[in-house]
T-cell receptor, first 112, second 118 residues
Framework: SQTIHQWPATLVQPVGSPLSLECTVE??????LYWYRQAAGRGLQLLFY??????ISSEVPQNLSASRPQDRQFILSSKKLLLSDSGFYLC???????????FGPGTRLTVT | GNSVTQMEGPVTLSEEAFLTINCTYT??????LFWYVQYPGEGLQLLLK?????DKGSNKGFEATYRKETTSFHLEKGSVQVSDSAVYFC?????????????????FGKGTKLSVIP
């Protein structure tokens, strides 16, 4: 069966510090991978998606970036965090040409 | 483009009450429809899905029927429990919202928070 991991689970970072969130998927190959952000009391915002190694599409211009160095690894980064980057970050995967996505447990990021 | 509208929350029900959370959508083509559930502090879990008109998705006592004529996918449960307290998201995928290279993006509603009290 497939499993998706995210770490860390929680993170408190000062404004202006760098960020690295990691997501890995087990039990499948060549998944599509997604990063979402969920601000407090709001819906989900798609940030990035990737259909293969090194292939990243950005949905919202901002100070975040994403990379996919390996088939089942997806990393969300920032060089300098803003207060507005606080939120719950969710990684998800699906199979190519499938419709439903499967989500990881999420990372709660608080920028102080 | 695609869009999903679901009823505003929060919704508060007593245990064993009947639940309906309304969801309507706008999409071109023939999308697949989903309900996801998010328990406090956790990621989203796929609750049920329907991939074509008149399909009924069901899981854990929850049901939703894909109604193309009314572009709706309302979530129902006959008797809610305290453990059903969560945020519920309606979503759609596919139709003509194809991103290329095998990726279908999900379009989510804003979520409905359900609280069930004993």
């Amino acid at each position: 069966s497939q499993t998706i991991h995210q770490w860390p689970a929680t993170l408190v970072q000062p404004v202006g510090s760098p960020l690295s969130l990691e997501c890995t998927v087990e039990g499948t190959s060549n998944p599509n991978l997604y990063w979402y952000r969920q601000a407090a009391g709001r819906g989900l915002q798609l940030l990035f998606y990737s259909v293969g190694i090194g292939q990243i599409s950005s949905e919202v211009p901002q100070n975040l970036s994403a990379s996919r160095p390996q088939d089942r690894q997806f990393i969300l980064s920032s060089k300098k965090l803003l207060l507005s980057d606080s939120g719950f970050y969710l990684c998800a995967w699906d199979r190519a040409r499938a419709y439903e996505q499967y989500f990881g447990p999420g990372t709660r990021l608080t920028v102080t | 483009g695609n869009s999903v509208t679901q009823m505003e929350g929060p919704v508060t029900l007593s245990e064993e009450a009947f639940l309906t959370i309304n969801c309507t959508y706008t999409a071109t083509g023939y999308p697949s429809l989903f309900w996801y559930v998010q328990y406090p502090g956790e990621g989203l879990q796929l609750l049920l899905k329907a991939t074509k008109a008149d399909d009924k998705g069901s899981n854990k006592g929850f049901e939703a029927t894909y109604r193309k004529e009314t572009t709706s996918f309302h979530l129902e449960k006959g008797s809610v429990q305290v453990s059903d307290s969560a945020v519920y998201f309606c979503a759609l995928s596919g139709g003509l919202a194809y991103s290329g290279a095998g990726s279908y993006q999900l379009t989510f509603g804003k979520g409905t928070k359900l609280s069930v009290i004993p």
